[in-house]
């Protein structure tokens, strides 16, 4: 039979009429003596890990009758002290969504496109897994195998076996990540300055000013639970401070809020630390004095460098004569539109509570965002906050032990192919793509739509994505559109029928990490390292399997069977039973041996008897407790030891970044000036390796596109995988200014009144790329000439909730990915969706 979208979700019906009755009631249910009572006591608290974003909390779920009724934080966990957000609650919903895929299904219409119904059939995973194996052997008999594509999205530790490894063994360069669409941009900010890419964490507890810059820390940007439950004590002990074009949570509660023009960070950092020189703030214990005493910082004048004797730091004058010197406070007001005494109280009341302080800060995923995340990080090295009690941390770890190897494995096909050029341009002298400020070890998720379409370096005719949505989560999503549908063969193993499953061929319903997968991920938050069990704690309900262990099985089982078994192999020799050396003999034990490989480490006796966290004692007593944590992290480690960096010191002159793009420069037999031009960056000379100024890229022409277009995270948005949740519309007041079952645009007042549009009205937005119509909140916790947008909102799938008609493919308000154009931070090779780069006007329709 043929499955049509209004079929799709009939077919839903009968499996959610109980799903649909809040799960929660029966947690609160009052205890009588007697069967069939739902006390607490009449369930079980079982572990299990929420990964609504990358904080990715140890919980606990509890259960009863089989069913997951109601969701907590592992009372056992440091990284949240037993609580958990929003996100958290929704995992019951999301759980019992009626609109999950439920079974394998191919494609029977040959055409792809937004508007095409795919005409899914539903099919057994023997014969969805037949049809994949065919696919891939056809690639090896053809010696392209470098053409087959996996895409990953959320995942879990074992994305090392299904995205890592499991690629090379094929014989492919190319696992491309969801990270370029995500955050990449704000690793580079300490990157290039302290040697760190990743995520930063927060001492809280004992921090006396915090600035959130471009991010809400109590509804987004990770470590939710603790900033929900410690910002009070920063307020009472110390100071607040938000900068941000939008009123969001965090600026509710602040001291200060500067509702910066957007685009312009790195001004207002720049002047900061102009200031903080200036007046002789800066914390001389990290970076060093003059060695007169005597401060010569002084406006518009070049320092001797000798003069100054640098510490732990790196290039502090000359960031001083090359940047700082003649850029004050007045000046970023110009630049920002802010307040000039409010820069400058900021950057004293900040360096004054030094170091106990720590600038909070966000994606800033806009093109030239490295260079305004590495001023914004400088100024945590300028006061000495970086590794300091009171401020912010880098590292922390929890044990894990390695999973097998698979060289000896992989065979000749394979070693040739997986040294190609990968898909996403990565490296090309125009995208650096500099991960961990070394050339091409980033990832450019955004440009694999492109390169697609052009063929470049060339085609692909086998993909895989799991757990993502490019064609929706991308700016200019259109051309994944294209692209997909250029695309001969596609599997999409997810959860939900999403805007990108419109185009595969094949589909594979995922099971959900959080109830009904093995698995464990590792992570940090509250000065802690931890790892955390996923494990099933109720029941498949659909015909599901976990896609990074139990799909790899599945596959590597249908290749042997038609000639290449060099995966099964490697899966049924290295993947032993670490407790009875069992050989796994199906998906579901490969997939829970690859859980007790990874985490042996953790629960073996024997080998985490020297760690100095948690003890645990066996599997058992882990799957009981489902976390480990780490000992407490100990503050200026780096300060004694020295930082990753170049130079083994904080680099105000970044020697990290500077030796990355010379690197670039000299692969492609040009100069780092002319590297920063065909990137669209202003810095020419030195000033391309020190935290600097560069002026807002933004399309469209003020006076036809008048209004910065920003976006904001929503505090219900669970990667993305939470829009078709009744609850996910009943409370999104929770975001400020928005508006419950509503998806709108927020206006300022004073720009709705020149407009002629009143609240509620229904307004056009268009941009150079094209329009989408929205309805109007007016609120005056947005900035004058800013049209704020929350990201998450106008699915055209996904389901009854997500859309306004599934069956027609008709969005519920409007996904402004749409209209934002595709551009990058190219040095990180992120995509650009952050700080006002798209111009757009408003009309009143």
């Known amino acids: 039979m043929r499955i049509k979208r209004r079929e799709f979700l009939k077919a839903g019906a009968a499996a959610g009429?109980?799903?649909?009755?809040?799960?929660?009631?029966?947690?609160f249910a009052q205890t009588r003596s007697g069967a069939g009572s739902m006390s607490e006591a009449a369930g079980e608290w079982i572990p299990n890990t929420c990964q609504g974003c990358t904080t990715w909390c140890p919980i606990e779920i509890f259960v009863q009758?089989?069913?997951?009724?109601?969701?907590?934080?592992?009372?056992?966990?440091?990284?949240?002290?037993?609580?958990?957000?929003?996100?958290?609650?929704?995992?019951?919903?999301?759980?019992?969504?009626?609109?999950?895929?439920?079974?394998?299904?191919?494609?029977?219409?040959?055409?792809?496109?937004?508007?095409?119904?795919?005409?899914?059939?539903?099919?057994?995973?023997?014969?969805?897994?037949?049809?994949?194996?065919?696919?891939?052997?056809?690639?090896?008999?053809?010696?392209?195998?470098?053409?087959?594509?996996?895409?990953?999205?959320?995942?879990?530790?074992?994305?090392?076996?299904?995205?890592?490894?499991?690629?090379?063994?094929?014989?492919?360069?190319?696992?491309?990540?969801?990270?370029?669409?995500?955050?990449?941009?704000?690793?580079?900010?300490?990157?290039?300055?302290?040697?760190?890419?990743?995520?930063?964490?927060?001492?809280?507890?004992?921090?006396?000013?915090?600035?959130?810059?471009?991010?809400?820390?109590?509804s987004s940007n990770r470590q939710i639970p603790n900033a929900i439950r410690k910002i009070n004590k920063v307020l009472e002990n110390g100071k607040v401070a938000v900068i941000d074009p939008?009123?969001?949570?965090?600026?509710?509660?602040?001291?200060?809020?500067?509702?910066?023009?957007?685009?312009?960070?790195?001004?207002?950092?720049?002047?900061?630390?102009?200031?903080?020189?200036?007046?002789?703030?800066?914390?001389?214990?990290?970076?060093?004095?003059?060695?007169?005493?005597?401060?010569?910082?002084?406006?518009?004048?070049?320092?001797?460098?000798?003069?100054?004797?640098?510490?732990?730091?790196?290039?502090?004058?000359?960031?001083?004569?090359?940047?700082?010197?003649?850029?004050?406070?007045?000046?970023?007001?110009?630049?920002?539109?802010?307040?000039?005494?409010?820069?400058?109280?900021?950057?004293?009341?900040?360096?004054?509570?030094?170091?106990?302080?720590?600038?909070?800060?966000?994606?800033?995923?806009?093109?030239?965002?490295?260079?305004?995340?590495?001023?914004?990080?400088?100024?945590?090295?300028?006061?000495?906050?970086?590794?300091?009690?009171?401020?912010?941390?880098t590292g922390m770890g929890a044990p894990s032990s390695s999973y097998p190897k698979f060289d000896k494995y992989q065979d000749d096909v394979a070693k040739a192919n997986v040294g190609k050029p990968k898909i996403d341009q990565r490296g090309t002298l125009t995208m650096p793509a500099m991960g961990s400020a070394r050339p091409g070890s980033g990832v450019v998720t955004n440009n694999v739509a492109n390169a697609i379409l052009a063929e470049d370096p060339y085609d692909i005719k086998v993909a895989i994505g799991y757990f993502c949505n490019f064609n929706f989560s991308t700016t200019e999503g259109a051309?994944?559109?294209?692209?997909?549908?250029?695309?001969?063969?596609?599997?999409?193993?997810?959860?939900?029928?999403?805007?990108?499953?419109?185009?595969?061929?094949?589909?594979?319903?995922?099971?959900?990490?959080?109830?009904?997968?093995?698995?464990?991920?590792?992570?940090?938050?509250?000065?802690?390292?931890?790892?955390?069990?996923?494990?099933?704690?109720?029941?498949?309900?659909?015909?599901?399997?976990?896609?990074?262990?139990?799909?790899?099985?599945?596959?590597?089982?249908?290749?042997?069977?038609?000639?290449?078994?060099?995966?099964?192999?490697?899966?049924?020799?290295?993947?032993?039973?670490?407790?009875?050396?069992?050989?796994?003999?199906?998906?579901?034990?490969?997939?829970?041996?690859?859980?007790?490989?990874?985490?042996?480490?953790?629960?073996?006796?024997?080998?985490?008897?020297?760690?100095?966290?948690?003890?645990?004692?066996?599997?058992?007593?882990?799957?009981?407790?489902?976390?480990?944590?780490?000992p407490k992290f100990t503050f200026r480690q780096k300060w004694e030891k020295g930082f990753p960096t170049e130079t083994k010191k904080f680099e105000f002159y970044s020697e990290t970044l500077k030796k990355g793009l010379e690197a670039h420069a000299a692969k492609h037999n040009t100069t780092v000036d002319k590297v920063m031009e065909l990137t669209n960056y202003e810095a020419r000379g030195e000033k391309a390796f020190v935290p600097h100024y560069e002026t807002p890229k933004r399309h469209g022409d003020r006076r036809q596109y008048p209004f910065d277009l920003i976006d904001m995270k929503s505090r219900l948005n669970r990667e993305g995988r939470s829009a078709n949740l009744s609850w996910y519309y009943a409370f999104k007041k929770c975001d400020p200014g928005d508006v419950n079952q509503e998806d709108v645009i927020q206006l300022n007042p004073a720009d709705a009144k020149k407009l002629g549009v009143n609240d509620g009205d229904m307004v056009r937005v268009t941009s150079t790329i094209g329009s989408l119509t929205v309805k109007a909140r007016l609120w005056e916790g947005v900035r004058p000439g800013v049209a704020a947008k929350c990201y998450g909102q106008g699915h055209h799938a996904f389901g009854r909730f997500a859309s306004k008609d599934f069956a027609k493919a008709e969005p519920r308000g409007a996904n402004f990915n749409a209209i934002m154009p595709d551009d990058y931070d190219r040095i990180t090779g992120s995509t650009a969706r952050n700080g006002g780069f798209t111009g757009v006007k408003i009309e009143k329709v």
């Open 17 to 27: 009429a109980v799903a649909m009755t809040s799960p929660t009631l029966n947690a």
């Open 65 to 218: 009758n089989g069913r997951a009724v109601k969701v907590r934080g592992n009372q056992l966990s440091k990284a949240n002290d037993g609580y958990c957000c929003v996100r958290g609650h929704l995992i019951l919903q999301q759980t019992y969504d009626p609109d999950r895929i439920k079974t394998p299904m191919k494609r029977t219409n040959p055409k792809k496109g937004r508007t095409e119904d795919p005409k899914f059939v539903p099919i057994s995973w023997d014969e969805a897994m037949d049809t994949i194996a065919d696919k891939i052997m056809e690639l090896r008999k053809n010696n392209e195998t470098h053409k087959f594509l996996l895409m990953r999205g959320r995942y879990s530790d074992h994305n090392q076996i299904f995205y890592g490894d499991l690629p090379k063994m094929i014989g492919t360069p190319n696992n491309i990540s969801h990270s370029a669409i995500c955050a990449e941009v704000e690793k580079m900010g300490s990157m290039a300055t302290e040697g760190f890419w990743g995520y930063r964490d927060y001492d809280l507890d004992n921090m006396k000013y915090l600035i959130a810059w471009a991010c809400d820390p109590l």
């Open 246 to 393: 939008r009123m969001n949570n965090t600026a509710s509660k602040a001291q200060e809020w500067m509702p910066i023009k957007p685009g312009t960070d790195g001004a207002v950092a720049i002047a900061m630390a102009h200031y903080i020189l200036v007046n002789g703030l800066w914390n001389k214990e990290f970076c060093g004095d003059f060695k007169d005493g005597k401060n010569q910082f002084r406006k518009g004048r070049t320092v001797n460098e000798a003069d100054f004797d640098e510490k732990l730091t790196n290039g502090l004058v000359k960031w001083w004569n090359l940047e700082l010197k003649d850029k004050d406070a007045a000046w970023a007001a110009k630049e920002s539109g802010v307040d000039k005494a409010q820069i400058e109280r900021i950057a004293k009341d900040f360096a004054a509570a030094a170091p106990k302080c720590a600038i909070w800060y966000g994606p800033s995923m806009m093109p030239r965002g490295s260079y305004a995340v590495m001023a914004i990080h400088a100024l945590n090295g300028l006061v000495g906050a970086t590794d300091s009690e009171g401020g912010l941390c």
């Open 479 to 630: 051309r994944w559109d294209k692209a997909m549908a250029k695309v001969p063969f596609f599997v999409h193993c997810v959860p939900m029928f999403s805007e990108m499953t419109y185009f595969a061929d094949i589909v594979l319903p995922s099971a959900l990490h959080h109830t009904e997968d093995w698995a464990v991920v590792r992570s940090k938050a509250n000065l802690y390292g931890h790892i955390s069990i996923q494990q099933p704690v109720i029941e498949r309900m659909f015909d599901v399997k976990g896609t990074e262990t139990e799909v790899t099985w599945l596959l590597a089982e249908k290749l042997k069977a038609k000639g290449f078994s060099n995966m099964y192999d490697w899966l049924y020799n290295e993947y032993k039973d670490p407790e009875t050396g069992k050989n796994p003999t199906n998906s579901l034990e490969f997939a829970l041996y690859a859980t007790k490989i990874r985490s042996k480490k953790a629960w073996d006796p024997e080998e985490n008897k020297d760690y100095k966290g948690d003890k645990l004692n066996g599997w058992e007593d882990f799957r009981k407790k489902g976390v480990v944590n780490s």
